[in-house]
T-cell receptor, first 112, second 114 residues
Framework: AQSVTQLGSHVSVSEGALVLLRCNYS??????LFWYVQYPNQGLQLLLK??????LVKGINGFEAEFKKSETSFHLTKPSAHMSDAAEYFC??????????FGAGTTVTVRA | KAGVTQTPRYLIKTRGQQVTLSCSPI?????VSWYQQTPGQGLQFLFE???????NKGNFPGRFSGRQFSNSRSEMNVSTLELGDSALYLC?????????????FGPGTRLTVL
């Protein structure tokens, strides 16, 4: 079975500081991993996805994530936080039986 | 290309009633999935349809059902509503949801059960 764990339900960063959101996965097959962002009262927007083509994946809005098989991790980073990055972020893993399994989410607040 | 659309956006019902939510996928997408999002349980998979066939169903009671039409539009129905059914219901579509395919999400339907 596939699952993900997001470490830290809330992260607070200063504007301009590094954003680091942690995700660890468990998968019985080669994992395909996703990061989504959700703004208040909206659906989920894809930030980036890993499908084994490259371990460092670049996404939208300056975000990137690195797949580390030895650590079973897929952490999301952004070098410099912007006020507009305040949102909830979800890590997800897809499975061969046609579903996404999501982590519990990490809420990011950005301090001016 | 238009995104995934969901109607209605907001809905208020009372316990015991039933409700039908609608989802129109992105043009050309044949897979539609539904998820329930609540503060306590997070995002949980409800079901996935492809070409009018349900390929997977999550761990929800039989009060939750869905279907997909030949034009790939999908509906989900919840009968005998309970207070705990209050949630944001998200629909997602993809071309053919295999492990690497991306699911694109709609804005959701916010259901409140009183």
């Amino acid at each position: 079975a596939q699952s993900v764990t997001q470490l830290g339900s809330h992260v607070s960063v200063s504007e301009g500081a590094l954003v680091l959101l942690r995700c660890n996965y468990s998968s019985s097959v080669p994992p395909y991993l996703f990061w989504y962002v959700q703004y208040p009262n909206q659906g989920l927007q894809l930030l980036l996805k890993y499908t084994s083509a490259a371990t460092l994946v670049k996404g939208i809005n300056g975000f990137e994530a690195e797949f580390k098989k030895s650590e079973t991790s897929f952490h999301l980073t952004k070098p410099s936080a912007h006020m507009s990055d305040a949102a909830e972020y979800f890590c997800a893993v897809s499975s061969p039986d046609y579903k996404l399994s999501f982590g519990a989410g990490t809420t990011v607040t950005v301090r001016a | 290309k238009a995104g995934v659309t969901q109607t209605p956006r907001y809905l208020i019902k009372t316990r015991g009633q039933q409700v039908t939510l609608s989802c129109s996928p992105i043009s050309g997408h044949r897979s539609v999935s539904w998820y329930q999002q609540t503060p306590g349980q997070g995002l949980q998979f409800l079901f996935e349809y492809f070409s009018e066939t349900q390929r997977n169903k999550g761990n929800f009671p039989g009060r939750f059902s869905g279907r997909q039409f030949s034009n790939s539009r999908s509906e989900m129905n919840v009968s005998t509503l309970e207070l705990g059914d209050s949630a944001l219901y998200l629909c997602a579509s993809s071309v053919d949801f295999g492990s690497t395919d991306t699911q694109y999400f709609g804005p959701g339907t916010r259901l409140t059960v009183l």
